[in-house]
């Protein structure tokens, strides 16, 4: 089994924002020498996540970012954690911070309409996702 | 490493429907020559997903369904994606396109009342599910 | 590829409780012979999960816990499952079943913040967790 490892950075310039990371992670599986196995897009944060979503129609995203706004509004009767993000932390946990993507012909298997995000929750921050491919 | 991947049918009938795909796995892991390793279980669209829970009693996962459906019904004030179909996608990034299975002994490694769910959020539709199995 | 499978009991005392796991899940990887690859975590339970969140303040635990439970509250008009947990069978769904993490220079890759929790939401009982680290 082969691995490689690489480290993607990603700034964000709203407090809630999926960025569109395809073609990042596309790039990078094409440069490995890896024809069939899997990737890992990992986020070491736990106010941000990763999802895999339409990349088709902006609109998509934006509903998404609405309804999860709406459902988990910034304050609520009862938080304790001083930060004021604890709507951010839950939603971490609830969208995940990783996704993993088969790799066929050294590509990323997607559906037609998949795109891979980085989904940010507490922003505006600097972050960085963790890109490991693996297999032959 | 050994790696195979394989393609599962799923015909939904209805608009949200949970459907129980962990026999097809299961048969495709028992057919592949991996004795040790894992099964990747990869949704490629953006208005279905993939879950792990209990497959002994159905109503589960009509209560799974009529929780979501109340949470997160499919109008809602604000959205803009044309296709009335938001709810769907963001089911599908809260839920997941992908579980991951252990294999032992050639075997998937499913908890006692663990199944392996199909989920449809968008349907009816012909949905395809692709199983990667690696390992020794 | 070499691959190693432990097993940690958890034991819980509440409904709802999110238990650390990261000290034991870490000791299994430096125990292990793998530098370099992943760690699946994964619970064979229906109505408990397996998150990664931060383990610095525990008001997070406190914070996502109060948060799903107004969102997911123990009995819904509507719900047949006789067991009286199918809120917990939702939250397993949502939170998710496993969890996967990189491992560099035979140590798990988890961001500043992170810790790896096992998500009981059917409590209190006796649990199991799953360990599988793979690689090189």
């Not at 899997?38 to 998509?60: G, L, R």
């Not at 997607?110 to 890109?131: A, S």
């Amino acid at each position: 089994m082969k691995i490689t490892e690489e480290t993607i950075s990603v700034n964000t310039k709203h407090r809630n924002q999926m960025i569109d990371i395809t073609s990042q992670v596309s790039s990078l599986v094409r440069q490995s020498p890896i024809t069939a196995g899997d990737v890992i897009v990992y986020c070491p944060h736990t106010t941000a996540a990763i999802t895999i979503n339409e990349n088709a129609d902006p609109d998509v995203c934006h509903d998404i970012l609405l309804t999860m706004s709406q459902l988990f509004p910034q304050h609520r009767a009862g938080y304790r954690h001083a930060e004021g993000n604890s709507d951010s932390h839950c939603k971490s946990s609830l969208f995940g911070c990783s996704e993993q993507i088969l790799i066929s012909n050294n590509s990323l298997s997607l559906g037609t309409w998949q795109g891979i995000y980085f989904c940010e929750f507490d922003g505006p921050r600097n972050r960085k996702v963790i890109v490991q491919i693996r297999g032959e």
